[in-house]
């Protein structure tokens, strides 16, 4: 057995293959390498589950998945815009000639390595040495993280940045990310710009984009990202921000479409289906919505980027079809959510509003009143926000369609 490093043997890693075959070998060169346990997964919204609620010190991951449409990238990129996946984590891609240039591409940003299949162990044991690394090298910054002194982390990857030292372009992305969250636009767009100088990568022109409009600057964002766009088409991440530029210049028109965009190069991408879908909903695109909204459900209901809101969006459609039993389905999800998180007066306001929707479908209009009048109580409550006054215009829009009178009713 050939040990990478001496820590190698408290290590947890994670396989993800659709191939039984695939998943063993990659499953025994890794315990040959001394990891000390190996979990294995056949299916990709299976992994990304096990991802969001433990953590790995290295992934193995393929990129293509027979029989679904997300990929390994998808999985990567998805869970590391949400940052469901520490930056300590090495996750390595592995992949087939046919998409070797993307993931190579890939490798530049997000990836900690990729293998050309067909590949050795000792190509492996590399990889991963190589990915372990520079982990140790930036060991101060991974440490800042997780005790969230993100003040502290972003300063220690400036510096990285400016002095040039080891893996300055891998430090100075984490850093421009942690400027954002800081708010400090203006420093962010300075790094950003900085790294486009010295190496033109997408991600840097996007974090540019990101910056201005972080800042106020749509039209700024809107030109870069225009660009961007126009040189890479089939960057995902650009169609994002567009979108939010779009919404913010009142263009929502225009920005379902390119949320459409987005949702059909990324078609395994669970928040964006989700977005489009809701979108689709206020623009009163009903089957587009309903087929998008009930995609995620199928998708990724257990998943923590699950947005219950779908569950209401779809109570709607499914009340205007006056369809009891996808409505009764929608009740009963929002339900089960309920008893995982019972403090949520969020989720207690879904809740209200499907179950006075069911009350409208089976004609006990009484009932239904009540549960509505229970709702407007609450718009002077500080967390009653546009999504809660949304959902309750909606039910009573519904409710002054079925010939009762609401002119007792008072805000």
């Not at 940003?109 to 040495?129: E, F, H, N, V």
């Not at 982990?135 to 040039?164: G, H, M, P, T």
């Not at 100088?197 to 964002?221: F, N």
């Not at 549960?371 to 407007?376: D, G, N, P, S």
Request: glycine content about 6%; proline content about 1%; some cysteine.
């Amino acid at each position: 057995m050939m040990m990478l490093d001496k820590e190698i043997a408290t290590a947890s890693a994670l396989v993800i293959d659709s191939n039984p075959t695939s998943r063993s070998v990659m499953s025994a060169q890794l315990r040959d390498l001394g990891v000390g346990l190996v979990k294995q997964v056949g299916r990709v919204t299976e992994a990304r589950l096990i991802l969001e609620h433990k953590q790995y010190e290295i992934v193995l991951c393929d990129y293509h998945f027979d029989g679904v449409e997300m990929s390994g990238q998808d999985l990567l990129d998805e869970l590391r815009r949400e940052q469901l996946l520490p930056y300590s984590t090495v996750f390595v891609m592995v992949t087939g000639e046919a998409t070797y240039a993307k993931v190579a591409e890939a490798a530049e940003a997000a990836l900690d390595g990729y293998l050309l299949k067909p590949y050795s162990a000792t190509s492996l044991a590399d990889r991963l040495t190589q990915a372990r690394h520079r982990k140790k090298v930036l060991k101060d910054i991974f440490e800042a993280l997780e005790k969230q002194d993100f003040e502290l982390a972003s300063n220690l990857c400036v510096r990285r940045f400016e002095a040039r030292d080891q893996y300055w372009l891998y430090a100075a992305r984490i850093g421009a990310e942690l400027l954002l969250r800081l708010d400090r636009h203006g420093e962010a767009r300075k790094l950003y710009d900085a790294v486009v100088e010295a190496r033109t990568v997408p991600w840097a022109r996007l974090g540019v984009a990101r910056a201005h409009l972080a800042a106020g600057d749509t039209v700024a964002a809107r030109r870069t990202l225009e660009t961007l766009i126009g040189d890479i088409p089939g960057h995902a991440d650009s169609y994002d921000v567009m979108g939010r530029v779009q919404m913010e210049q009142g263009e929502i028109g225009s920005a379902l479409e390119t949320y459409r965009l987005a949702a059909q190069l990324t078609p395994g991408c669970l928040l964006r289906q989700q977005h489009c879908g809701t979108l689709a909903f206020y623009m009163g695109h009903k089957e587009e919505a309903l087929k998008m909204l009930e995609r995620t459900v199928s998708a990724g209901l257990k998943s923590k980027l699950f947005d219950m809101l779908t569950m209401v969006l779809i109570a709607l459609l499914r009340f205007d079809n006056k369809d009891s039993k996808g409505l009764l389905y929608a009740h009963e999800t929002v339900r089960r959510a309920i008893e995982n998180d019972a403090d949520s007066r969020r989720l207690r306001r879904f809740e209200k509003v499907i179950a006075a929707m069911r009350l409208l479908l089976d004609r006990k209009l009484g009932d239904a009143l009540e549960l509505a009048r229970e709702l407007a109580k609450e718009v002077t409550l500080e967390d009653f926000d546009i999504e809660a006054a949304s959902n309750l215009v909606a039910l009573w829009t519904r409710l002054s369609q079925q010939e009762i009178s609401l002119t007792r009713w008072r805000a």
